[in-house]
C-alpha cells in the first residue's frame, strides 16, 4: 500500500526565512511525487513534480529514495507563500494520487 | 489555457436529497478522477474514469455513482445525502500523453 506522511500540521515563519516542509512516503515501487498547493480552499495547484526537478516560485524538492523523503523547500518565505501544502504520490501510469494530510504553512510579517 | 470546469460552484440540499455534480476536463484529456475534501482534511479519493469506464474506485459510498460520458464529462450522483457528505468536490483530468493530474475549482456541497 502507499502511502504520504506530512508530520507537521502547521508551520509558521517569519517572511524571509526558510522554509522546509517534510514529505515522507512508503511505496514499493518507483513512485511519481508531487507537491500541490491549495490557497484559501481553492483549487488545488500543483506547485511541483519530482520528474522534472524544477524550481517554482522559488520552491524545490528533491526525490531522496533512500529516506523516502520529498521534502519542499524555500530559502527565504514571502508572505504570499501562505497556504496549505499537500504531498501527493502517484504509483504510475495513470494510477490516482494519494494525499497526505497536509501542512500549512504561515508566513509572518 | 482552459482548465477543469466543474458545476455547480456552491450547492446546498436537505438531508435525503439526491445532488449531481458536474466536471468538464481540460479538452483532451481523457481520465477524469473526483475527489472528496471535508473540513480541514486532506482529499480523499473517490472514483476515476479512463475513456468513459471506470478504471479505479475509492472510498466512494454506496449512496454515490458517477459516470462518464462519450464527450469525456462526467457527473458524480449523491443520493440519500447525509450531513456528513457536506465537503468540497473535487474533480482533476490527465490527458493520456502526461503524468501531471490537473485540479478543477472544486463543487462546496452543503447538506442541512
Known amino acids: 500500500a502507499q502511502r504520504v506522511t506530512q508530520p507537521e500540521k502547521l508551520l509558521s515563519v517569519f517572511k524571509g526565512a526558510p522554509v522546509e516542509l517534510k514529505c515522507n512516503y512508503s511505496?514499493?515501487?518507483?513512485?511519481?511525487l508531487f507537491w500541490y498547493v491549495q490557497y484559501s480552499r481553492q483549487r488545488l495547484q500543483l506547485l511541483l513534480r519530482?520528474?522534472s526537478r524544477e524550481s517554482i516560485k522559488g520552491f524545490t524538492a528533491d526525490l531522496n529514495k533512500g529516506e523516502t523523503s520529498f521534502h519542499l523547500k524555500k530559502p527565504f518565505a514571502q508572505e504570499e507563500d501562505s497556504a496549505m501544502y499537500y504531498c501527493a504520490l502517484s504509483s504510475s501510469g495513470y494510477s490516482t494520487l494519494t494525499f497526505g494530510k497536509g501542512t500549512m504553512l504561515l508566513v509572518s510579517p | 489555457a482552459a482548465g477543469v470546469i466543474q458545476s455547480p460552484r456552491h450547492l446546498i440540499k436537505e438531508k435525503r436529497e439526491t445532488a449531481t455534480l458536474k466536471c468538464y476536463p481540460i479538452p483532451r484529456h481523457d481520465t477524469v478522477y473526483w475527489y472528496q475534501q471535508g473540513p480541514g482534511q486532506d482529499p480523499q479519493f473517490l472514483i476515476s474514469f479512463y475513456e468513459k469506464m471506470q478504471s479505479d474506485k475509492g472510498s466512494i459510498p454506496d449512496r454515490f455513482s458517477a459516470q462518464q460520458f462519450s464527450d469525456y464529462h462526467s457527473e458524480l450522483n449523491m443520493s440519500s445525502l447525509e450531513l456528513g457528505d457536506s465537503a468540497l468536490y473535487f474533480c482533476?483530468?490527465?490527458?493520456?500523453?502526461?503524468?501531471?493530474?490537473?485540479f478543477g475549482e472544486g463543487s462546496w456541497l452543503t447538506v442541512v
Open positions: 519530482h520528474i
Open positions: 482533476a483530468s490527465r490527458g493520456s500523453s502526461g503524468n501531471t493530474i490537473y
Open positions: 511505496y514499493s515501487g518507483s513512485p511519481e
